[in-house]
């Protein structure tokens, strides 16, 4: 067969098309191409595939009369079209970039990421929970290529208002599971989005079905002013009420707003402050000591700011990094992404600053402190991230992770050629910032560490520590007692006749427990080092009835408000410029359907006919 390809029709092939071969054999693409107007409509075979970059559009070589040649048009899987491309790239982008591909990409992304959890999805079925969980405004689903893939759809009214109803019973599901949680913890924030609305959001977090579960419950709109400690109260008792959890509500979450801990410092609510909240604020601190050093970064930040320049210096010396963010004191991570972005750069930096002719405020001493100081921020990252998440047993890491930051850290300065200069003052607000989190969790995180079954979270405990967490811990399993009505003390010893009396005994650790001390038999028992604390207590239960119980509900606990704040993350698409008069009743809807996406696919795949029944 002879070859017949112009050299421009090469450079263009070679340019931006790799030759496709699929690694199964299977090549899911046309054998044949349609019919091309320029050779009298004629078909022809095709011979092999070239995929344009990272996108599925593809060029074929076919065979006109025994020679090999590149067909004029390019063939797109995604919406199974061919488009014409005069062998310019333009023409590929331009396609790639109409709404018609880009709303079927995502859609296909959306499909095959949903195919295992909601399998069998028909049309109509599927592009409505496209809407709901990818957080689409409302008007997507009168969207023309939408009609065109499936005419039976409901109006945006239609199903704005059926989303209000489903959330309803769906709510119905969320409550069945929340007032069964051994123990249910309410994480509480405020958010405020780019048009200065503020909301309020609530996520419940506790075990269930002996797997650690998280609902978003509640997110409204609120009036910023109005979010008293009063207010805030209310909220909680209704929702407590609503849900049902007043047998197994066991505490909050939040920051340190001045309205929260009105609010939720007390008995009543046993609120616990947001550990990753804290030491963003930490951070803040730290960012404040050393502002004279950071300006210059921030000074930097402006000059190469949408800079095509820096960019194209980062690229030709092979950076992993092609420009250096800002510092923005209520998101952590950003002042440890722009310490390691200029880390990466540094000699591109010098570059830019040689060629545009500025007075570099950087020397090599600079690039010592900076590299001190990412390392010392690592430890912060860390632990931040570390209590962001939502594992059981998180409670349990507080002591040691506090304990190994203060001792890395001090380490690490005393070594340091730069960071020593302020040790004083690091040390105090180290300090200080942990004492908070002490200060709010108390004897809590002693218990908790001495709970978990892998020992080395206890092993640095103080005797008055670990004296602490164990009487907390048989306070509360004489709680439990009570609760039941099952003290296992002998009948002629005196409980209480009264509830005075029985709140006295309890306050004062008057002994009421079993000749077989539970609390004793574990720590005294052989560590078996398990570090899945879960599976721990719950093969436990039978040798350690109430003390289990108690490793549950504590080591349930979680220890950021991180759960609503993702939620934050999501009300963002919801919230777009396209829905900015979303309703109260619709937004909340809305946020606990895409809040919640597992268990809203599993009552979609159960309920969707009911409000969405099909046509014929």
């Known amino acids: 067969m002879i070859t017949n390809m112009e050299s421009a029709h090469r450079r263009f092939l070679s340019s931006s098309f790799d030759e496709f071969i699929d690694p199964n054999g299977i090549i899911d693409l046309p054998s044949?191409?349609?019919?091309?107007?320029?050779?009298?409509?004629?078909?022809?075979?095709?011979?092999?595939?070239?995929?344009?970059?990272?996108?599925?559009?593809?060029?074929?070589?076919?065979?006109?009369?025994?020679?090999?040649?590149?067909?004029?048009?390019?063939?797109?899987?995604?919406?199974?079209?061919?488009?014409?491309?005069?062998?310019?790239?333009?023409?590929?982008?331009?396609?790639?970039?109409?709404?018609?591909?880009?709303?079927?990409?995502?859609?296909?992304?959306?499909?095959?990421?949903?195919?295992?959890?909601?399998?069998?999805?028909?049309?109509?079925?599927?592009?409505?929970?496209y809407v709901l969980l990818e957080g689409k405004p409302i008007i997507t689903i009168e969207n023309r290529y939408f009609r065109e893939i499936e005419s039976d759809l409901p109006n945006r009214q239609n199903l704005s208002n059926t989303i209000i109803l489903m959330a309803n019973k769906?709510?119905?599901?969320?409550?069945?599971?929340?007032?069964?949680?051994?123990?249910?913890?309410?994480?509480?924030?405020?958010?405020?989005?780019?048009?200065?609305?503020?909301?309020?959001?609530?996520?419940?977090?506790?075990?269930?079905?002996?797997?650690?579960?998280?609902?978003?419950?509640?997110?409204?709109?609120?009036?910023?002013?109005?979010?008293?400690?009063?207010?805030?109260?209310?909220?909680?008792?209704?929702?407590?009420?609503?849900f049902n959890i007043k047998n197994n509500f066991a505490g909050v979450i939040s920051d340190g707003a001045s309205n929260m801990t009105a609010a939720f410092d007390n008995n009543r609510f046993n609120r616990r402050c947001c550990i990753c909240h804290v030491l963003n604020l930490l951070l803040?601190?730290?960012?404040?000591?050393?502002?004279?050093?950071?300006?210059?970064?921030?000074?930097?930040?402006?000059?190469?700011?949408?800079?095509?320049?820096?960019?194209?210096?980062?690229?030709?010396?092979?950076?992993?990094?092609?420009?250096?963010?800002?510092?923005?004191?209520?998101?952590?991570?950003?002042?440890?992404?722009?310490?390691?972005?200029?880390?990466?750069?540094y000699d591109a930096v010098l570059k830019y600053f040689f060629n545009q002719k500025i007075e570099s405020p950087f020397s090599g001493d600079d690039l010592v402190f900076f590299q001190e100081f990412e390392l010392f921020l690592s430890y912060f990252k860390d632990a931040i991230q570390l209590f962001e998440s939502d594992e059981f047993g998180q409670s349990a890491k507080i002591f040691f992770e506090l304990h190994s930051i203060k001792d890395s850290v001090s380490v690490l300065i005393d070594n340091s050629q730069f960071l020593k200069e302020k040790k004083k003052e690091i040390d105090s607000l180290i300090e200080s910032r942990m004492k908070i989190i002490t200060d709010s969790w108390g004897d809590l995180i002693y218990s908790a560490a001495l709970l978990h079954p892998y020992t080395l979270y206890s092993k640095f405990l103080s005797d008055d520590e670990r004296s602490k967490g164990i009487q907390l811990i048989k306070k509360m399993i004489n709680e439990e007692k009570l609760k039941d009505g099952q003290s296992n003390k002998k009948e002629t010893v005196f409980s209480g006749?009264?509830?005075?009396?029985?709140?006295?005994?309890?306050?004062?650790?008057?002994?009421?427990?079993?000749?077989?001390?539970?609390?004793?038999?574990?720590?005294?028992?052989?560590?078996?080092?398990?570090?899945?604390?879960?599976?721990?207590?719950?093969?436990?239960?039978?040798?350690?009835?109430?003390?289990?119980?108690?490793?549950?509900?504590?080591?349930?606990?979680?220890?950021?408000?991180?759960?609503?704040?993702?939620?934050?993350?999501?009300?963002?698409?919801?919230?777009?410029?396209?829905?900015?008069?979303?309703?109260d009743d619709l937004l909340e809807s809305r946020m606990k359907i895409i809040g919640n996406k597992n268990l809203f696919l599993q009552f979609y795949n159960d309920h969707w006919l009911e409000y969405f029944p099909v046509n014929k």
């Not at 249910?184 to 797997?211: I, M």
């Not at 190469?304 to 990094?321: R, V």
């Open 170 to 242: 769906f709510t119905d599901l969320i409550t069945s599971f929340t007032q069964k949680m051994i123990a249910c913890y309410l994480a509480l924030d405020e958010w405020t989005d780019k048009t200065k609305r503020h909301f309020l959001g609530v996520t419940c977090q506790g075990l269930l079905n002996n797997k650690l579960e998280n609902f978003v419950i509640y997110f409204r709109k609120i009036e910023a002013e109005q979010v008293t400690h009063q207010f805030l109260q209310e909220k909680v008792n209704y929702l407590i009420s609503f």
């Open 32 to 129: 044949k191409t349609d019919e091309d107007s320029t050779h009298e409509n004629r078909i022809f075979n095709i011979i092999k595939w070239f995929k344009y970059k990272n996108n599925d559009i593809y060029i074929p070589i076919i065979d006109i009369d025994g020679i090999e040649t590149l067909y004029t048009k390019a063939y797109c899987k995604v919406c199974k079209i061919w488009v014409i491309t005069n062998f310019k790239l333009f023409f590929i982008d331009q396609h790639i970039n109409t709404k018609v591909h880009q709303n079927q990409a995502s859609i296909n992304q959306y499909q095959n990421s949903i195919a295992n959890l909601s399998p069998s999805l028909n049309n109509k079925k599927f592009l409505i929970l």
């Open 284 to 345: 803040g601190d730290i960012h404040e000591i050393f502002s004279e050093r950071l300006d210059d970064l921030a000074f930097l930040q402006s000059k190469i700011k949408n800079s095509f320049q820096f960019t194209k210096m980062c690229e030709d010396l092979n950076k992993s990094i092609t420009k250096i963010p800002s510092f923005t004191p209520t998101r952590w991570y950003s002042l440890i992404q722009m310490i390691h972005c200029f880390n990466n750069s």
């Open 497 to 583: 006749e009264t509830s005075s009396q029985k709140d006295f005994i309890i306050r004062h650790m008057l002994e009421i427990e079993d000749d077989s001390d539970e609390v004793e038999q574990f720590l005294h028992s052989s560590p078996v080092q398990e570090k899945d604390a879960l599976k721990f207590w719950l093969q436990r239960k039978d040798q350690f009835p109430y003390l289990s119980k108690i490793a549950l509900k504590i080591l349930s606990m979680p220890t950021s408000s991180a759960s609503i704040e993702r939620t934050f993350s999501k009300a963002k698409e919801i919230l777009g410029e396209k829905q900015l008069r979303t309703g």
